[in-house]
């Protein structure tokens, strides 16, 4: 199933809503994200980032709407359709997830022994290329409890880029990494989508990186994308709640003393 916008858009997201029991945690999302450039989805915590994402890589079925990924609406794609629209993607997760029994080159390689019938000498060239890339080519014997943080980011990179995917998620790349660290990976991510003409959807909060790598920003606030724009137009957004954001201002609430006293007492 294809979309008109297919050809110019990787993904094209339609009001996309997605419920928990009760709770509404995304409302009427749309979204479209070019091919070849890097997207940043912004937010507070809470916002519903990491929701949107699990959707995007459909690890969660919306409540309603639709999610074209690569040409395939994966909001109400089968099982077997998703998985070929996986092939073509790649994710570095927050914490690396890499697997601790296994060498970084065994990490790596997975991937490609599951899903290709390459022969050894081959998936160790592929191997070796993807560490190269990522600066990460005296570790391939280390083990996971080996690495540092940035190592981990990096090994984590190099797994998710073996198949050569056309598009790329990130779940908070800097989190956790000193300055200089993050700054190299941001340098990396830049890297990846001029060589390898991906295209790259990022899920941070981190501003430095933010601004350094973005082509198109969402923002988000409580489950809606409240504006979107590129780097220069979000800065100038007249949005008080991006300036807050932008200026890292503490959100504003306003408390009802009566009502907050009920609530810690039960009512009674």
């Known amino acids: 199933m294809s979309t008109d916008n297919s050809q110019r858009n990787a993904i094209s997201i339609r009001n996309l809503v997605v419920d928990y029991g009760q709770r509404r945690i995304l409302s009427d999302v749309n979204l479209d994200i070019p091919m070849g450039q890097i997207m940043v989805i912004m937010g507070q915590s809470g916002a519903g980032k990491t929701t949107l994402l ?6 969660k079925k919306p409540t309603s709407g639709s999610v074209h990924i690569l040409g395939t609406d994966i909001a109400s794609a089968s099982l077997r359709e998703i998985n070929k629209v996986r092939i073509q993607m790649g994710v570095a997760f927050q914490g690396g997830a890499l697997f601790s029994s ?40 280390l083990m996971p409890a080996e690495l540092s943080g940035g190592m981990t980011k990096r090994a984590a990179l190099a797994r998710a880029i073996i198949m050569d995917p056309k598009l790329l998620f990130f779940d908070e790349p800097s989190a956790g990494l000193d300055p200089s660290t993050a700054a190299e990976l941001d340098q990396l991510i830049i890297t990846l989508k001029n060589t390898m003409r991906m295209t790259i959807v990022v899920v941070t909060h981190e501003l430095d990186s933010i601004f350094k790598i973005a082509d198109h920003i969402a923002v988000m606030s409580n489950g809606l994308i409240i504006e979107t724009g590129t780097p220069q137009q979000i800065t100038a957004s007249t949005n008080p709640e991006i300036q807050g954001m932008l200026n890292r201002k503490p959100r504003e609430t306003i408390v009802d003393t009566d009502t907050h006293l009920r609530r810690l007492t039960g009512g009674v």
Do not use: F, W
């Open 102 to 141: 296994m060498s970084v080159a065994e990490n790596i390689q997975l991937a490609l022994r599951e899903h290709t019938n390459l022969d050894e000498k081959t998936i160790e060239i592929m191997t070796r290329i993807k560490l190269d890339m990522v600066n990460m080519l005296p570790a391939e014997h």
């Open 54 to 59: 699990r959707c995007l890589l459909g690890l």
